[in-house]
Structures are given as C-alpha cells and as structure tokens.
C-alpha cells in the first residue's frame, strides 16, 4: 500500500456518483492514520421522481453531506468503461450534479479511475466490489457490513485520495497510456467541434 | 409545421447544453405569435478552467439567465446520438449542471430529441443546423447571424416546446420505437445494478 503523506489532519469526502444509488464517505487522515466520520448512500430509487428531480435531490442531499461534514477535499470516481451507453450517459449527469454539489461549496473535486481507486486500496487494479468493501472495512476498522457496495466504494475513494497524499493526481487514461493515441484524445478533448 | 396550443403568454427557455459552448434562447409564446426575448450562447472555451470549474460556470451563468428573464417552462435538447463517447460524457455533465440550473429555480426542465427539434422548426428531422438557423431567423425575425449555431438551436428548442403546445412531451427512443427492445431499454433504466 502506498504511503500516506499528508503533514496535517485532513477531512476527505469521498463520492462514489450514481443516478440510482449515490455513495458517500468522509475520512479524517492524520498522517498514516485513517479515521472514519460518516458513510452512506443517498438512494433515489422512487419511480414517482423525474430524472431532473433525482439529479437535483444528489445535488441537495450531497450538498448537505459537506455543510454537516465541512470536508477539506473531495474526490470522486471516474466510472465510464465496461458499461452501456445509456447507464453511462445516466451516471455522467449524476456526476455532474455531485460535481456542482462539492463546487457550490467551495470544494473543487479531484478524479480518480476505478482502477486507481482499487490499486489504492487492495493493491490490485481488478479488484471486485467485495473486495474493496472487505480492506475498506479493515483499514477504517468498520464492522457492520453496509446494505449498499456503493458506500464502501465511496470511502474507498476517499482513501485513495488519502493513500495519495492528498494532491491531485495525475489520471492516465488508456489513451494516455498507448502514447500515440494521447495527441488524438487530447485533440478531440479540446476541440470537440472538429468532431461533430 | 405543428399548431401552436397556448391559451396564454408563456415564457420559454431553451437551452443548448455543450461544455464548450452552451446556447440558450427565450421566446414569449401567445397563441401561435412567438416573440424573442433574448438569446446567446455561455462560452467555456478557457483552457485554464478545470472541468468541474466550467460546470459551475454553466450552472451559475445559466442560472443567472433563469433570474433575469423568469421563464415559465424550460426545454432541454438531448444530445446523445452520432457523437463519441468522450463527447457525450461531457455533454451529460453539462446536461446535468443545466438541469439543475433550470432545478433551482423550480424549473423541471422537458426534454426533446434533435430530431423532434428539427421536424418542429423545419417540417424535416434530419435538416442541417444552418437549415434550423435559417428557420429561427425567419419564425422569430432575427436579421443578425449569432456567432454560433448554438444559439439558434437553444431558440429551436424553445420553439419546438411552444409547438408542441407547452406540454411535456413522449419522447419516443430508438428501442420505444423498434418495439422488441423497449422492454429491455426500461429494464436498464429501472435496474441498473442487475448489468453491472
């Protein structure tokens, strides 16, 4: 596991976005020391609410996370591979409203990959729910198994800010990674009219 | 074209989200007369903003629009056909930042396809945007070229709602349409959790 360097305390919220189920944990870190401060999920589950309806109850019940928790940082899963474009198009608006939720306070969010966020973590960037969950629990010394993954997950990510100091990490993505697809992607990135 | 149905003024905003560029138009609608308000575009083009930094910039400048015209309805155009999935992750933030504008100041935004916007405004789903553009111009009697298209489309938006008589419409999806696949469309959408 990496080492942890921040120099002074401080209080990470961590969003795992979703339209359907939204995770959310808060973290205070203290050198190498990690200590839970609430976890949960924000569940909008109700048929009866339009999706700006649910988009919008994200962004007021986050919003009241951070008043309550008063987090220095907030970080945030990047979630868009290995799902249909439909859930993704959902999750993206969801992240948007998490997003505006953490900027509305003052809180610019950082990003990372469910890659990184699992690497952080247990060591391995494939790593299943489960197994976030389970060294999730044994690192911040959680007992009760939580009804929702997304929760753990959410303090999964906190961690993972955590885990990297608490600064803004570099994302590679897979383009990135390839080399010569990484002029293309950064092209598209800032020139989407040229791709319409 | 389709016959406008109002039985009173009604004050329409369209929006045009994009994370680039975000146009927005307002109509004042009285039976089948459609009077400008105000149209223009937010630009987000600065490269030394963040991502989440110009979704706050979407949703405060949209909001700002929403107070100073004080529209009764707000229309949405969905987007998410024909482009890259980098490209539809990032107008799906913006989407979300834009609906929550229109959310917070009590606006539960409706939505339509492009196509729907196109047939509206030009009789032909599949007209070009300087076809639209060219339309606006001619239904609402604006003599100036806008800079961007963006513009227009937003006031293609609010017209497509003034035409369909300022209800909320069926927006009907490719699967909807193709029957078969409805079901499991709005099987996706209702349970997400079961394909991850």
């Known amino acids: 596991m990496a080492k942890a360097t921040p120099t002074r305390p401080l209080r990470i919220l961590g969003i795992d976005p979703g339209s359907v189920v939204c995770g959310f944990g808060v973290i205070d870190v203290n050198g190498t ?31 009241a996370v951070i008043e309550r928790t008063q987090p ?10 290995g799902k249909n474009v439909l859930t993704i198009v959902r999750l993206a608006h969801a992240r948007g409203a998490a997003m505006l939720a953490c900027m509305q306070n003052g809180l610019e969010p950082v990003e990372y990959t469910p890659m990184q966020v699992k690497r952080s973590v247990t060591g391995r960037g494939a790593a299943s729910k489960e197994q976030v969950r389970h ?28 885990l990297h100091g608490g600064a803004p990490p570099p ?16 092209f598209i990135e800032q020139h989407p009219e040229k791709i319409r």
Chains 1, 2 share one sequence.
């Open 135 to 162: 060294m999730v629990q044994a690192i911040l010394g959680i007992t009760e198994d939580h009804r929702y993954l997304d929760a753990t997950d959410a303090l999964a990510v906190a961690l993972c800010h955590a």
């Open 171 to 186: 994302i590679k993505t897979k383009a990135q990674r390839k080399g010569k697809r990484a002029a293309w992607a950064e």
């Open 72 to 81: 220095d940082v907030c970080a945030l899963e990047t979630v868009f591979h």
């Open 33 to 63: 020391s990690n200590q839970l401060v609430e976890y949960g999920v924000i569940e909008l589950k109700r048929r009866t609410d339009s999706f700006p309806q649910r988009l919008n109850e994200v962004f007021l019940r986050l919003r």
